[in-house]
C-alpha cells in the first residue's frame, strides 16, 4: 500500500509516519529528511538548499522528484509499501509522482489530510525535538522522553538537537508556502477520489487510530 501523508509543518507527518514504519513495516519516503541528509553530509546539492530550508522556501521541484526517483528505483525496496511524507508538496510535484508510480507499475491508495489550526503548529514546531542518532521525534511538552536526556528509542545519551528552521519566522514562510503552494493538492486528491482527513489536533494515539482505520477499510 502507497500512501501520502498531507499537512502543514508540524501536522505529525513525521511522528505518524515512524509509526507506520514500526508497525506496517512500510517505508518512509521524507524529502526533508533526504534533504536534511544531503545537506549535513555536505554535498553540493546539500550546499545549495541549505539556505532555501532555513528560510522555509521550497526547494526546486527538480530536485526533489529526483529524490523520489532514486527511491522508487531502488531495487532493494520492491514489494515495500511507500510513506510518501512531506512529497509531493507542488502540483507539478504530484504530476511527476503520478508518472513516476505508473511507470514503475506502482499506484497511490490514500492521500491522508492531516488537519492542524494554525496556533497549535507554533506550539508543536518550536517545542519538538529529534534524537539525531536515529530520528526519534520528541516535544518538550506533548512527547518528552522518558528519562531526561535519554532517547527512548535508541538508549542514545545527550544526542538531541533542534533544527534550525522550526523558529517562528520561519515557520510563517513555511505556512505561507503550504498554503499557496501544498494546498491546492487537497482538491487534486479529491477529485482523483483518493483524499481522506484525519483531525491532527487529537492525541498522537488518536491520530495514529484514525490513520489506521483508513488503512484497514
Ligand atoms: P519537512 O522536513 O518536510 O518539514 P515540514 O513539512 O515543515 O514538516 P515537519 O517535519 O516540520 O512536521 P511534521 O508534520 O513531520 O511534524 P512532526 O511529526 O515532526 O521539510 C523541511 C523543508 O525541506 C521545507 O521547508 C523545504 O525547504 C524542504 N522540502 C522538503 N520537502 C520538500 C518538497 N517536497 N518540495 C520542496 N521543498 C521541500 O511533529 C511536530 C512536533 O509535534 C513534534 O515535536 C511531535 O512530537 C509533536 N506532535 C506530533 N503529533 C502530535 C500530536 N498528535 N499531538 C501533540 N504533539 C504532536
Request: proline residues 3%.
Amino acid at each position: 500500500m502507497n500512501i501520502i501523508l498531507l499537512g502543514p509543518p508540524g501536522a505529525g507527518k513525521g511522528t505518524q509516519s515512524h509509526r507506520l514504519v514500526a508497525e506496517r513495516d512500510m517505508i518512509q519516503l521524507s524529502t526533508g529528511d533526504m534533504l536534511r541528509a544531503a545537506r549535513s553530509s555536505g554535498t553540493a546539492m546539500g550546499k545549495r538548499v541549505a539556505a532555501v530550508m532555513d528560510a522555509g522556501n521550497l526547494v526546486t521541484d527538480e530536485i526533489v522528484i529526483g529524490l523520489i526517483d532514486e527511491q522508487l528505483s531502488n531495487p532493494a525496496l520492491d514489494g515495500k509499501g511507500f510513506i510518501f511524507d512531506g512529497f509531493p508538496r507542488t502540483l507539478a510535484q504530484a504530476d511527476a509522482l503520478g508518472a513516476l508510480l505508473d511507470s514503475k507499475g506502482l499506484k497511490l491508495h490514500h492521500v491522508i489530510e492531516m488537519r492542524v489550526d494554525d496556533d497549535a503548529l507554533v506550539a508543536r514546531i518550536t517545542g519538538r525535538f529529534t534524537c539525531s542518532n536515529c530520528g526519534a521525534v520528541y516535544h518538550d511538552e506533548t512527547k518528552p522522553t522518558k528519562k531526561h536526556n535519554v532517547c527512548d528509542n535508541c538508549g542514545a545519551v545527550e544526542q538531541f538537537t533542534r533544527r534550525k528552521d522550526d523558529n517562528e519566522d520561519s515557520l510563517r514562510t513555511r505556512l505561507l508556502a503550504y498554503y499557496r503552494d501544498t494546498s491546492p493538492l487537497i482538491g487534486y486528491y479529491y477529485a482523483k477520489g483518493l483524499l481522506d482527513r484525519v483531525d491532527g489536533l487529537g492525541s498522537i494515539d488518536a491520530v495514529a487510530g484514525e490513520i489506521d482505520e483508513i488503512l484497514t477499510r
